[in-house]
């Protein structure tokens, strides 16, 4: 089988539309900054689905990134993926945003991807590679990741690192809070991968696609963490 994939990445400021077929992206766009997923989504999609040549009619699944990552654009994400499928009548492939920011690194023996969270504090996950699936190592004991201050994520490198383990770093919240970690230069990736990228997430919701990972839409939800700011603000001030 050879799907026809589009993925939505709108988890961070970095967002992104890709369509890929048998796993090979054909057209892909993405806004860097300015919280414009809104305005910015649809004509996207249009866009790549145009350029590819490639109707949406044709497309077997949408693949979108749930989160962790700005609450916004999650919600943005999800909810025009989960409408496109509805509308079509296919099913979802639903990926989180350190397993993408992962994917293209999945051969390394030892990696953490750390989003920036803002409120001082990050979304993680360190992975090892098992059969060419990403899986979240032992200790961690949960897939999605965790959500913790740099102070927290820089006790558990210590400890990592006193068990003589050296894994490299990837993501923004890694470059913001590179000191605070005690990141060493040589044990960074390139900020080029700093945020997750629609092709990263074409390519691993193709893989999940045929693992027989896709399902109805409406059984996807997001991964948020914590509460949306909003929320909090309000409670707040009450």
Known sequence: MSPT?????????K?????SVDGVVLSSWWLAGGNKHTE???????????TAAVSVSSLDAICV??????????RVGLSTAK??????????????????????FRNLEDLVAVIDAKRGEVFWRRFSPSANNLQ???????E??????????????????????NPVFVGDGA??????????????????????LPEHLAELSNRAFLDGKACSPELVEPVYMRQADARVNFEMRS
Do not use: C
């Open 175 to 196: 470059l913001r809070y590179q000191r605070e970690l005690g990141i060493e230069a040589g044990m960074m990736l390139s900020p080029l991968f700093s945020n997750p």
């Open 40 to 50: 910015s989504l649809m004509p996207a999609i249009e866009f790549v689905t145009d």
């Open 5 to 13: 994939l589009l993925a939505i990445e709108t988890a961070t400021a």
């Open 83 to 104: 409408g496109l499928a509805h509308a079509l009548g296919i099913s979802l492939v639903a990926v989180t945003s350190l397993e993408v920011m992962a994917n293209p």
């Open 144 to 165: 999605l990741g965790a959500l913790s201050t740099p102070d927290e994520l820089a006790d558990e490198i210590t400890q990592w690192r006193k068990e003589g383990d």
């Open 65 to 74: 990134d749930v989160g962790p990552g700005l609450f916004t654009g999650i």
């Open 15 to 19: 967002a992104g539309v890709a369509l």
């Open 136 to 142: 979240s190592t032992p200790e961690r004991g949960v």
